[in-house]
């Protein structure tokens, strides 16, 4: 009874390191582009922090989170810059977050399901991606949209929607 008892310990703390094992978590690497577009409205941040915890033969298990500095807006003009800076309330809300709830397969791509924080508001959003595996790296490269009135952002010439791009590098670590 002994052996069998420890046989399937031995065996249950196999499967779970084999579980553990196919979890992989990523870093970002530079260059990485975060893009907007919208309207009248393009340019890109250049402050991405990332937490990225994926495993694309069972993606349910993954999870990302992210986080972009509103100061480091680059529309490529000052004063657009600073309207966008007043228009996500800066001062007050320094960051933009996302924090997935679910990722799934979808197809050959993915998504990720969760939550977008920007002005103090947060809303569900959801990030179509593709991961381009290349052993102990790879690129994530995805896009979701956002209507910026869904997040309190109301001035004048803000788009109806904004279509952002990711392309993000990774490497295991």
Do not use: C
Not at 13 to 27: G, Q
Not at 42 to 47: I, Q, R, V, Y
Not at 146 to 166: A, C, H, M, Q, Y
């Amino acid at each position: 009874m002994k052996k069998i008892t420890y046989s399937l310990i031995i065996l249950l703390v196999i499967s779970l390191s084999a579980f553990a094992l196919s979890l992989v978590t990523y870093k970002v690497k530079s260059p990485y582009e975060v893009k907007f577009e919208g309207g009248r409205i393009s340019g890109k941040f250049e402050t991405l922090k990332a937490n990225i915890q994926f495993d694309k033969a069972d993606p349910g298990q993954s999870k990302i989170s992210a986080s972009i500095d509103v100061e480091s807006i680059a529309t490529g003009f000052f004063i657009k810059n600073n309207h966008a800076k007043d228009a996500l309330d800066a001062d007050n809300h320094p960051t933009i977050t996302f924090s997935s709830t679910a990722v799934s397969k979808n197809g050959n791509a993915y998504q990720a399901v969760g939550n977008l924080n920007m002005k103090g508001v947060t809303k569900p959003v959801t990030i179509h991606f593709t991961f381009d595996d290349k052993g102990n790296e790879g690129i994530f490269k995805g896009n979701f949209k956002v209507k910026p009135k869904d997040f309190n952002i109301t001035r004048n010439g803000s788009p109806d929607e904004l279509t952002i791009s990711l392309t993000v590098p990774v490497s295991k670590g």
